[in-house]
């Protein structure tokens, strides 16, 4: 079968016309179709892991070249016959080239509907070189005047048996007929020394002779030998007319290059891959393209032609058990014998034999990408896979290739459009910066909540069509729905006469619908690349930003991607400790929670409260109903109205009374700057049990605090810590050494308010209710958190018993 592809697209390779028939020409192709051939397999033998590896001339590749090689015209033979051997080397060093660079993965990511319409446009290239082989007044598929002389009724026993035969090896085949006595695996051959069987029994019984049979066109217008002259395949340069030079330095030449290097790299590593994966062995692809371009480079400075490994033919040879390296020598001493032989082969070789064989590979080219594809296509690649095959008959290669890579560029650039930006966007009603707020300033910022919103960015690489999205998400923004919370149940509607949030200690208001936010918070964390269409596509986002009033704040961005934007010469704003109120540049935080907290403040900013009064809700229910049992002027009543909006909202049993209860075991410190509230142990509990340390002597359990007035942080140090649920929380948080996990400022000196608990909830209700305890113990971080004040301070603190 390698030796039948080597002959069959040799014999392509020189165009002919009726001045310049170049029969010589013709048959010189055909050994050189045949070198190829004992090349390949001899490159094979050297180094190949594919043992069972049948090498042939590459299809695809031939046919480029010979597409080229016809618009020199048959006038210039000995120019094609020194630039093929060129072109092969060129397009060796090419191949070796990828594998040395370990590319062939990235090769054989080539867009499937180029690869589709080029392979399916070689089918029909094929079938058009077939008929040319058979018929020589056959010229062109879309050319009419070809079928009148393709339908002439002295031509049809020219091509017909041929096409006939290549179109039931194809049935046969596709249909996976099995014939008694022969192996599918061996149907082609058989039905190829059938064909010439049949042939020279016609001849025998007719009485035609070889040179009556060549007079009619049926066998291929070479005289038999008188002796082997396969040499003549290295003397022809010397006895050719001389070679044109001035072809060598057309830029059609040099793109005829590119584009059949490109075909058959990808070619070999389709081969190869499709061999590895069939077979189910593991092989170095990088090595195997070197060894190809190695073997290529050889084929061409022996004047032969681009070859590469056939998947078909190998993994029908792995079937059948040839394996291993004595297969590869009976394969190079097979393919040496038929090279040397190969002019008397010729010479009695019927036309209809590689006609049929050209036949064949048409229709499965084309079956495949044509007829199989309509499966797993979308209807535009299909219509794309056709227009590819017209203009590879039409107009040749290159324009086809060019169209390919162009439409599939749009598709692609039109898919990637479609894959979304932004992985999620969450309000300021529900994300909050590691600030405490006082408990009417957490209420006014949730009742603003809607303002202000944080996208987070899902992609590492943004270009102006992922921009375009963000533009479009800002222009359609009052479309978007908004988080909303929804109360407890049991919450009284005389209290609470909005919706509250779904978490503790808080008792927050619902957010509020708005057209547009006032901020939003643009995180730009795993964005690593940013294509110079997408910086310049920042500034139309941040014109519809600014037409809609609202400042964009970009956060966690990667420092080449602010060194590009710089460069560009976007505005953009560092911020230092506060929002600027007239902000039309881009603004720049370090982190999201910097943001948060910066937008926190802008709000708060807005609207200052006269001394005594509260941001958010007025609370004065709440007040007469705890008047009664509680003082209402103390320092702790902030405290009692965080812990009365909890548990009635939780425990039908609850009632206020309870809380004059838990004043014994509360007390206010007066601590200095820089003085430690708490710290966590450094020891742990003998047995070694998950949350041992939440049952430690007293002096060691971690308090529950809020703060009065002043400031406080909360700093994350683990210690070491080991149990997996402490590590998960902090890879959660992305928390390191030092940081400040939790802070808060009062600077008010009027008012019953306080900032708090500092994230001991876990160990609160662990210990209050100890059905809890199991619960809340196999994840509580809180225990490797730091307490630090950051200047003047009072604490309301329990000491967990």
Same mark, same amino acid.
């Given at each position: 079968m390698g030796a039948t592809d080597g002959l069959s697209l040799g014999?392509?390779?020189?165009?002919?016309?009726?001045?310049?028939?170049?029969?010589?020409?013709?048959?010189?192709?055909?050994?050189?179709?045949?070198?190829?051939?004992?090349?390949?397999?001899?490159?094979?033998?050297?180094?190949?892991?594919?043992?069972?590896?049948?090498?042939?001339?590459?299809?695809?590749?031939?046919?480029?070249?010979?597409?080229?090689?016809?618009?020199?015209?048959?006038?210039?033979?000995?120019?094609?016959?020194?630039?093929?051997?060129?072109?092969?080397?060129?397009?060796?060093?090419?191949?070796?080239?990828?594998?040395?660079?370990?590319?062939?993965?990235?090769?054989?990511?080539?867009?499937?509907?180029?690869? $589709?319409?080029?392979?399916?446009?070689?089918?029909?290239?094929?079938?058009?070189?077939?008929?040319?082989?058979?018929?020589?007044?056959?010229?062109?598929?879309?050319?009419?005047?070809?079928?009148?002389?393709l339908f002439e009724l002295k031509c049809l026993h020219e091509w017909l048996p041929g096409c006939l035969a290549g179109i039931g090896m194809f049935t046969l085949r596709a249909r996976n007929v099995k014939l008694p006595y022969i192996s599918q695996d061996l149907l082609?051959?058989?039905?190829?020394?059938?064909?010439?069987?049949?042939?020279?029994?016609?001849?025998?019984?007719?009485?035609?002779?070889?040179?009556?049979?060549?007079?009619?066109?049926?066998?291929?217008?070479?005289?038999?030998?008188?002796?082997?002259?396969?040499?003549?395949?290295?003397?022809?340069?010397?006895?050719?007319?001389?070679?044109?030079?001035?072809?060598?330095?057309?830029?059609?030449?040099?793109?005829?290059?590119?584009?059949?290097?490109?075909?058959?790299?990808?070619?070999?590593?389709?081969?190869?891959?499709?061999?590895?994966?069939?077979?189910?062995?593991?092989?170095?692809?990088?090595?195997?393209?070197?060894?190809?371009?190695?073997?290529?480079?050889?084929?061409?400075l022996l004047s032969g032609l681009s070859a590469n490994m056939v998947m078909s033919f190998s993994i029908t040879c792995r079937t059948l058990g040839a394996d291993g390296q004595q297969f590869q020598i009976l394969l190079f001493i097979f393919s040496c014998l038929v090279f040397v032989s190969g002019d008397y082969v010729v010479a009695v070789l019927p036309k209809l034999l590689p006609g049929s064989v050209l036949v064949w590979l048409s229709l499965e080219l084309m079956a495949f990408w044509v007829w199989d594809s309509l499966r797993f296509l979308r209807a535009y690649e299909y219509c794309l896979v056709w227009v590819m095959i017209l203009m590879y008959v039409i107009l040749g290669t290159a324009p086809m290739m060019l169209? $390919?890579?162009?439409?599939?560029?749009?598709?692609?650039?039109?898919?990637?459009?479609?894959?979304?930006?932004?992985?999620?966007?969450?309000?300021?009603?529900?994300?909050?910066?590691?600030?405490?707020?006082?408990?009417?300033?957490?209420?006014?910022?949730?009742?603003?909540?809607?303002?202000?919103?944080?996208?987070?960015?899902?992609?590492?690489?943004?270009?102006?069509?992922?921009?375009?999205?963000?533009?479009?998400?800002?222009?359609?923004?009052?479309?978007?729905?908004?988080?909303?919370?929804?109360?407890?149940?049991?919450?009284?509607?005389?209290?609470?006469?909005?919706?509250?949030?779904?978490?503790?200690?808080?008792?927050?208001?619902?957010?509020?619908?708005?057209?547009?936010?006032?901020?939003?918070?643009?995180?730009?964390?795993?964005?690593?690349?940013?294509?110079?269409?997408?910086?310049?596509?920042?500034?139309?986002?941040?014109?519809?930003?600014?037409?809609?009033?609202?400042?964009?704040?970009?956060?966690?961005?990667?420092?080449?991607?602010?060194?590009?934007?710089?460069?560009?010469?976007?505005?953009?704003?560092d911020l230092q400790d506060q929002i600027p109120t007239d902000a039309s540049a881009l603004l720049m935080a370090n982190t999201v929670e910097d943001a948060l907290e910066m937008v926190e403040d802008a709000f708060l900013r807005k609207y200052q409260p006269a001394p005594g009064h509260c941001r958010g809700h007025t609370h004065f229910g709440i007040r007469s109903k705890l008047a009664s049992s509680v003082n209402p002027c103390s320092p702790l009543f902030g405290v009692w109205l965080d812990f009365h909006v909890w548990l009635e909202s939780s425990y039908e049993s609850y009632k206020p009374e309870l809380l004059a209860q838990l004043e014994p075991f509360l007390e206010i410190r007066h601590l200095k700057q820089n003085d430690l509230l708490y710290e966590a142990p450094h020891f742990r509990h003998s047995h070694g049990a998950q949350g041992a340390w939440m049952t430690e002597a007293a002096e060691c359990r971690v308090p529950l605090v809020w703060l009065l007035q002043g400031g406080v942080d909360h700093l994350w140090n683990p210690h070491s810590e080991t149990e997996q649920s402490v590590r998960a929380f902090q890879d959660m948080h992305r928390l390191t050494p030092k940081r400040p996990f939790e802070k808060a400022r009062i600077t008010e000196t009027t008012g019953s308010w306080c900032a708090g608990p500092f994230s001991t909830m876990r160990a609160f209700l662990a210990q209050t209710v100890p059905w809890l305890r199991r619960c809340s113990a196999a994840g509580a971080p809180w225990h490797t958190y730091r307490h630090r004040c950051q200047h003047s301070s009072h604490f309301a603190a329990r000491e967990v018993r």
């Open positions: 014999g392509l390779l020189f165009p002919s016309s009726p001045t310049y028939p170049n029969h010589d020409y013709q048959a010189l192709g055909m050994s050189i179709g045949l070198l190829t051939t004992l090349v390949a397999n001899a490159g094979s033998l050297m180094g190949s892991e594919i043992k069972f590896g049948v090498a042939g001339a590459s299809i695809p590749t031939v046919i480029i070249l010979a597409e080229y090689f016809k618009t020199l015209g048959p006038a210039k033979c000995a120019t094609i016959y020194t630039m093929a051997a060129i072109c092969t080397v060129l397009i060796g060093g090419c191949v070796w080239l990828v594998g040395h660079l370990r590319l062939a993965r990235l090769v054989k990511a080539c867009p499937f509907v180029i690869y $589709g319409g080029f392979m399916a446009g070689t089918g029909a290239v094929l079938l058009q070189y077939a008929l040319n082989l058979m018929t020589p007044g056959f010229a062109s598929l879309v050319e009419l005047g070809s079928y009148t002389c082609i051959p058989s039905i190829l020394l059938a064909e010439a069987g049949v042939f020279f029994l016609w001849m025998l019984v007719s009485g035609t002779g070889l040179e009556a049979a060549r007079g009619q066109g049926l066998l291929f217008p070479v005289q038999m030998p008188q002796h082997p002259v396969f040499y003549r395949i290295w003397t022809q340069h010397w006895q050719s007319e001389p070679v044109d030079w001035q072809e060598f330095l057309s830029p059609t030449f040099w793109l005829t290059v590119v584009n059949a290097a490109c075909i058959s790299a990808l070619t070999a590593v389709m081969n190869i891959f499709g061999t590895a994966s069939s077979t189910q062995i593991r092989v170095d692809i990088d090595q195997e393209m070197m060894l190809h371009g190695i073997y290529n480079m050889g084929s061409g169209f $390919g890579f162009i439409s599939v560029a749009g598709i692609v650039q039109a898919q990637l459009a479609t894959i979304p930006v932004l992985g999620s966007r969450q309000t300021l009603g529900k994300l909050r910066s590691p600030r405490l707020h006082t408990t009417c300033d957490r209420e006014y910022l949730n009742r603003v909540g809607s303002q202000a919103e944080v996208w987070r960015l899902r992609t590492a690489y943004l270009y102006f069509a992922s921009m375009r999205q963000i533009v479009q998400a800002l222009e359609h923004f009052s479309q978007q729905r908004h988080v909303s919370y929804r109360r407890h149940p049991s919450a009284g509607a005389d209290d609470f006469p909005l919706d509250l949030p779904e978490f503790s200690f808080s008792h927050v208001v619902s957010c509020e619908a708005r057209a547009h936010p006032e901020y939003i918070i643009l995180d730009l964390e795993l964005v690593s690349q940013m294509e110079s269409t997408a910086i310049s596509a920042f500034q139309e986002v941040l014109s519809v930003a600014n037409e809609l009033g609202c400042s964009l704040i970009l956060a966690n961005v990667d420092e080449s991607v602010y060194l590009q934007m710089r460069s560009f010469g976007l505005p953009i704003l």
